[in-house]
């Protein structure tokens, strides 16, 4: 059985009220940096998985996209995203992204965004993805960072004051099952490290094009002070690959 907490009432309405839920991308610190890496979308043909709220597949839309596909586990996280959309040109579906079969070569650019943590084989949605872009197609997605992921515990070590002193890792290179905590409840997560992400796309025939750990601009740290101290650290991991043939 695939993880799905998010049809979870009391998770759903705590997900339901967090920055990036209610402002869309614009409350997403790495969402400048995935759109930088993304091609011209003008009539490309865009899969989105793990969708969520749309937010991304809408984007596409106004990006000039010809069809967006929005995949996700969630009946709640959809219900949501059709209520915000209102163009024929996107559709989403409801299944695991572990259990997507499209035709081949049937979309240009495959996109992800924070979602491949919560799978158990990302080498099988490599292999999955090459098959559905077309020669030439982009695949470009967002994970939580490996130094996040290393332990169970994400969190800061802080002094007796409450005063943040370093984010620990530990456990890198073990790789597997993290049962952590999200929103006030267990979720399981998989940690797999850096060059694991790479080499996965690389044996899936994927050409690597960019790899970035985006951290908070001056102007989020402007707005809220605590951001500062994301760049002690990197949260985010994002990874661009080009299908060559």
Same mark, same amino acid.
């Given at each position: 059985?695939?993880?799905?907490?998010?049809?979870?009432?009391?998770?759903?309405?705590?997900?339901?009220?967090?920055?990036?839920?209610?402002?869309?991308l614009e409350a997403a610190g790495e969402w400048p940096v995935f759109k930088s890496l993304l091609p011209d979308l003008q009539?490309?043909?865009?899969?989105?998985?793990?969708?969520?709220?749309?937010?991304?597949?809408?984007?596409?839309?106004?990006?000039?996209?010809?069809?967006?596909?929005?995949?996700?586990?969630?009946?709640?996280?959809?219900?949501?995203?059709?209520?915000?959309?209102?163009d024929a040109a996107i559709s989403y579906v409801q299944m695991p992204m572990e259990d997507i079969d499209f035709p081949y070569?049937?979309?240009?650019?495959?996109?992800?965004?924070?979602?491949?943590?919560?799978?158990?084989?990302?080498?099988?949605?490599?292999?999955k993805v090459h098959g559905y872009l077309a020669p030439g197609g982009s695949f470009i997605f967002s994970v939580e960072h %490996? @130094?996040?992921?290393?332990?169970?515990? #994400?969190?800061?070590?802080?002094?007796?004051?409450? /005063? *943040?002193?370093?984010?620990?890792?530990?456990?890198?290179?073990?790789?597997?099952?993290?049962?952590?905590?999200?929103?006030?409840?267990?979720?399981?997560?998989?940690?797999?490290?850096?060059?694991?992400?790479?080499?996965?796309?690389?044996?899936?025939?994927?050409?690597?094009?960019?790899?970035?750990? %985006? @951290?908070?601009?001056?102007?989020?740290? #402007?707005?809220?002070?605590?951001?500062?101290?994301? /760049? *002690?650290?990197?949260?985010?991991?994002?990874?661009?690959?080009?299908?060559?043939?």
């Open positions: 059985m695939k993880q799905n907490k998010y049809d979870d009432p009391e998770f759903f309405s705590a997900y339901n009220q967090m920055p990036r839920s209610l402002k869309g009539n490309k043909r865009v899969l989105d998985l793990g969708c969520g709220y749309g937010w991304h597949c809408r984007s596409a839309r106004k990006q000039n996209a010809s069809t967006v596909v929005g995949v996700d586990i969630s009946k709640k996280m959809l219900e949501k995203a059709r209520e915000q959309t209102d070569s049937q979309f240009d650019v495959v996109i992800s965004s924070l979602a491949f943590h919560y799978i158990r084989s990302f080498k099988a949605i490599c292999k %490996p @130094m996040f992921t290393s332990r169970k515990e #994400q969190d800061w070590y802080v002094d007796d004051q409450g /005063n *943040r002193l370093h984010w620990p890792v530990d456990n890198y290179r073990l790789e597997g099952i993290r049962e952590t905590n999200f929103l006030g409840e267990d979720v399981v997560k998989y940690h797999r490290t850096i060059s694991t992400y790479l080499n996965n796309l690389i044996e899936a025939g994927f050409i690597v094009k960019a790899v970035e750990e %985006p @951290m908070p601009s001056d102007e989020m740290i #402007q707005k809220n002070p605590m951001m500062k101290d994301e /760049n *002690r650290r990197p949260m985010f991991l994002i990874i661009s690959v080009e299908k060559i043939k």
